[in-house]
């Protein structure tokens, strides 16, 4: 008979207990081997924060520097980029600016740089036509930035004489964008 096996006819016999056994041991790591996962996991938290931080501000960064507990992340840019951009990645040049409206006339401008539109959304009215008489505080276009709509105003009323943006136009700040005859 094998061993194991019990005589038919009989109750199984109880397994053997197996022997017992000592987790086998650890592999040798450096006393700060756990902080160091732990570390690394701070230092790429920080790493996507920076990288994040350089690519929402305007202009270059001279000097970055993050904390996280006890780990800090520091990086400084001297000189000039290491490569250079090349013209298909350079901002493409403003267009020429909007005539201004002569001088008995006032003239709505663009609160920031962005896209102007003069309808709520594609293919709905004009806030304004020419023509159209607008109140001081009344919107008479939205200038998109960073997908948000910024609504452009008129501080003082007038008659609508002439749109000097077109719609979808890219425009600066302090740009004309509506001329008004004071009324």
């Known amino acids: 008979m094998s061993a194991g096996a019990s005589p038919v006819g009989s109750p199984p016999s109880p397994p053997a207990p197996a022997p017992e056994q000592a987790p086998a041991p650890a592999p ?3 006393p700060d081997a756990e902080a160091g ?3 690394d996991a701070v230092l790429a938290g920080l790493r996507r924060h920076a990288r994040h931080l350089v690519a929402e501000l305007p202009g270059p960064l001279r000097r970055v520097r993050l904390r996280g507990g006890d780990t800090v992340l520091e990086v400084e840019w001297h000189g000039t980029p290491a490569e250079p951009v090349s013209a298909a990645d350079a ?3 403003a267009p020429p600016p909007a005539a ?4 008995d006339r006032y003239a709505v401008r663009s609160p ?9 959304e594609p293919g709905a009215a004009p806030f ?3 023509g159209d008489l607008v109140r001081p505080g009344q919107v008479v276009g939205i200038v998109e930035a960073m997908k948000l709509m910024n609504e ?6 007038g008659r609508v004489v002439e ?15 509506v001329a008004l005859d004071p009324d």
């Open 100 to 103: 201004a409206p002569p001088p």
């Open 152 to 157: 452009v105003s008129a501080e003082r009323g």
């Open 163 to 177: 749109v000097l943006a077109t719609d979808g136009q890219p425009v600066e700040y302090d740009q004309p964008l």
């Open 112 to 120: 920031i740089v962005g896209t102007f539109h003069r309808a709520p």
């Open 91 to 93: 901002v493409r040049p």
């Open 128 to 130: 304004v036509a020419v």
């Open 28 to 30: 040798e790591q450096a």
């Open 37 to 39: 996962r732990g570390t």
